[in-house]
């Protein structure tokens, strides 16, 4: 019988490790790259990533390894859960191996400096690789937990969509398909932002009218951001844009929810970040986003007051005073062309 060919996970983190098991549970073999040999070591022998999944099984068909270079050697398809920091620098001297590739990038970030989002990084290093992203409301602990659980592939490339589809979608995890790439890829970027607001909100105690105001204006101001940027704006009404700011506003299993959490509690971003270990990729989006939209001249008021609390030295409670005080301006945009 021929020996199916594995795929590869690239990040030996939370939603790595929870995209490895999903692939296996469908009876794909995984290889699942780490750069850190201890960590594939304590995976291999213990079936389990203490550190960022305690608890989870790791099923039998996931091989924990650390030699990149034969990892995409050996594999077609290749899903990189990298934090967007890391994504450019891991694989840009791999670029050759990448050629005729398959790559899916399930990183929610923008790189600083080119404001570029992850996939497009990867066509850059990559020409020739076949690109995708997969994007949703994924809490990686709930996939992992088998929890029912919808995510979204976006490709131009309709084949590469639907190969994705026939090796994740499962039991317990729904695959749509998208051809808007650009949309879905940036509605995962942005509402990681507005996922430290409402952490703060729930710290401070705020109600829940309050915590529908913002995640409805934070919808209204990354569609109004998205659009001039070209976007379709009708892909922020599904999973990968009000989806995932929902789920990310709402729990406290999300990392920028946490951070958002710590400092309503009074912690210095710094601590905030300590204390998690892990990801919380809205703070650096959040610079880049404040830069970019004052360049575009997109109107983004929540954007506007967190970066002032957080590298501005401004109080939440001035803020918040700014903000109530603004102008109410249209409910939803692009309803007609006069906004109103
Ligand atoms: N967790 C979630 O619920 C979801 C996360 N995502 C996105 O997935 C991406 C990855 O997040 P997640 O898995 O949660 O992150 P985690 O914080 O759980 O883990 C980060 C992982 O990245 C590794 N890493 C960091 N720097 C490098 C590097 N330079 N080279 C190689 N590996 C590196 C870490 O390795 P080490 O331990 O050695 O430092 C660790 O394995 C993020 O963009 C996130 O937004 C998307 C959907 C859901
Ligand atoms: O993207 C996520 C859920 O869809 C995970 O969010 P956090 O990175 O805030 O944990």
Known sequence: MKQQQPIAVLGGGSFGTAIANLLAGNGHPVRHWMRDAEQAETMRSVRENPRYLKGVKIHANVEPVTDLAA??????????????????????PQAQALVGKLL??????????????????????????????????????EVADQA??????????????????????????????????????????????????????????????????????????????????????????????????????????????????????GLSLEDAIGRLGEVAEGVNTLKVLKARSEEL??????????????????????VIELLMRAEPKTDVDFISPSGF
């Open 148 to 265: 029912l659980t919808a995510s979204v592939v976006a490709s131009e490339d309709e084949a590469l969509c639907r190969q994705v589809q026939a090796v994740l979608h499962g039991r317990t995890f729904r695959v749509y398909a998208s051809a808007d790439r650009f949309g879905v890829e940036l509605g995962g970027a942005l509402k990681n932002v507005y996922a430290i607001i409402a952490g703060m909100a729930a710290a401070l105690g705020m109600g829940e009218n309050t915590k529908s105001m913002l995640i409805t204006r934070a919808l209204a101001e990354m569609t109004r951001f998205a659009v001039k940027l070209g976007a379709n704006p009708m892909t922020f009404l599904g999973l990968a844009g009000v989806g995932d700011l929902i789920v990310t506003c709402s729990s406290p299993k999300s990392r920028n929810y946490q951070v958002g959490f710590a400092l309503g509690e």
């Open 297 to 318: 001249q997109v109107y983004m008021p929540l954007v506007t007051g967190l970066h002032a609390i957080l590298f501005e030295g401004r109080t939440l409670t001035q």
């Open 104 to 141: 899916v990038s399930t990183t929610k970030g923008v790189e600083p400096g080119t404001f570029k989002l992850m996939s497009q990084i990867l066509e850059e290093i990559a020409p020739q690789a076949r690109i995708g992203v997969l994007s949703g409301p994924n809490l990686a602990r």
């Open 71 to 92: 990892t995409l050697a050996d594999c077609q398809l290749i899903f990189v859960a990298l934090p967007s920091s890391a994504l450019r620098a891991v694989l840009q």
